[in-house]
């Protein structure tokens, strides 16, 4: 059993930076790959970074390439994203999410997403 919890969201203008961070409790959190979605108003859910167990591997969703950087650390059950270049859309609530799968596909579809957090809301002005 995982227990996730996100931070770091807020308001911020387009060109900004945010990091947020997810804290994960139990003992088994760097047996997860674990990744980022996220969820605006009247829109599904979408990827949008995955890093795998070790840190060795990351994935990105096309639209945050170059801009936002995924990063764990295992000794302190925590994982990061960096996002730098802010736009309007990144607005949404963002959430992490541990899985036990570790390819590239498998870790963009949200249903192979075993424990899930609460979200942080994430908010771009123009």
């Known amino acids: 059993q995982v227990q996730l919890v996100e931070s770091g969201g807020g308001l911020v203008q387009a060109g900004g930076s945010l990091r947020l961070s997810c804290a994960a409790s139990?003992?088994?959190?760097?047996?997860?790959?674990m990744g980022w979605f996220r969820q605006a108003p009247g829109k599904e859910r979408e990827f949008v970074a995955a890093i795998s167990w070790s840190g060795g591997n990351t994935f990105y969703a096309d639209s945050v390439k170059g801009r936002f950087a995924i990063s764990r650390d295992n000794a302190k059950n925590t994982v990061c994203l960096q996002m730098n270049s802010l736009k309007p859309e990144d607005t949404a609530a963002y959430y992490c999410?541990?899985?036990?799968?570790?390819?590239?596909?498998?870790?963009?579809?949200?249903?192979?997403?075993?424990?899930w957090g609460q979200g942080t809301q994430v908010t771009v002005s123009s």
């Open positions: 139990g003992r088994t959190f760097s047996t997860y790959s």
């Open positions: 999410a541990a899985s036990y799968g570790s390819s590239s596909d498998t870790l963009q579809r949200g249903n192979s997403y075993s424990y």
